[in-house]
């Protein structure tokens, strides 16, 4: 099945180091013949992300603060000035304020409540417009979301809300770029041991209870939800859109933990 994204162009946002679920997205797509663009924000986080662009064969890497229109129009205008044309979207990124994830959700500032949603859900909104008039021949638009989204999840709080508002908005784009071609999609994996995934207050006992209760008794790798991502950005994806694609050992059809965990 070599090749499977051969020919085909994306940018792929969000990569922070090696164990960004990014990054496994990232190699997974180059594995199938996939040529890479990577932004990050910040030259320290350059510094990280130019190294494994490199051992992917990549040297377009886009300096971008998604929450400036005028950084995002520069990032889109260098991918146009030397793609001409782009077939996919990786978005992995999210923000909020860590100390509003240790307490209460019904002490989340107005500020970081719109810090937070802007940068994790309308940051996706903005990229896939600017990335889908790069998509003439159509495209995949992909994010990534968590089950926090509709359950609710110790230490989430916020960041709850923003994936709720962000996979509603998988739904709508879904539908307005359909007819374009364009299928956009998310992926929801269990918690993962990743720079984001720390900074969530309980991280290590919620990956031992996810680990030990999911029906398959593990969590997600990069490289199953790398996997995933080709999938979805693949020819073989052709006829999905709208959909949030779980790959998290099933834990999200679970109601109570397994019976030796009650």
């Known amino acids: 099945m070599a090749g499977l994204m051969h020919g085909k162009r994306g940018l792929v946002m969000g990569v922070a180091n090696e164990r960004s679920i990014a990054w496994g997205i990232a190699q997974a797509l180059a594995a199938e013949g996939a040529e890479l663009a990577f932004s990050y924000q910040g030259e320290a986080f350059g510094k990280r992300v130019e190294p494994l662009a490199a051992s992917v064969g990549s040297d377009l890497l886009l300096d971008v603060d998604v ?10 205008a260098a991918l146009k000035e030397r793609w001409g044309t782009m077939d996919f979207l990786v978005h992995a990124i999210a923000f909020s304020d860590k100390a509003e994830l240790t307490g209460h959700f019904r002490d989340t500032s107005r500020a970081n409540f719109a810090r937070s949603l802007d940068i994790s859900c309308y940051s996706f909104i903005d990229a896939g417009r600017r990335a889908a008039e790069l998509m003439p021949n159509g495209g ?7 089950q926090g989204s509709n359950k609710v999840t110790p230490f989430y709080n916020v960041m709850g809300v923003a994936k709720a508002a962000l996979e509603s908005s998988v739904r709508y784009l879904a539908n307005d770029l359909g007819p374009e071609g364009i299928r956009v999609n998310a992926i929801s994996p269990g918690p993962m041991k990743t720079l984001a995934g720390a900074a969530i207050g309980g991280a290590r006992k ?3 209870h996810t680990e030990t209760n999911a029906p398959l008794r593990t969590n997600a790798t990069l490289d199953s939800v ?13 006829h999905t859109t709208g959909e949030i694609v779980h790959v998290d050992g099933g834990y999200h059809v679970m109601g109570l933990p397994q019976v030796d965990n009650l």
């Open 206 to 208: 919620t990956y031992r």
């Open 226 to 238: 790398g996997g995933a991502a080709v999938f979805l950005a693949s020819d073989y994806g052709a």
């Open 140 to 146: 995949c638009l992909l994010t990534m979301t968590f």
């Open 67 to 76: 929450s400036d229109d005028a950084s995002m129009d520069a990032a889109f």
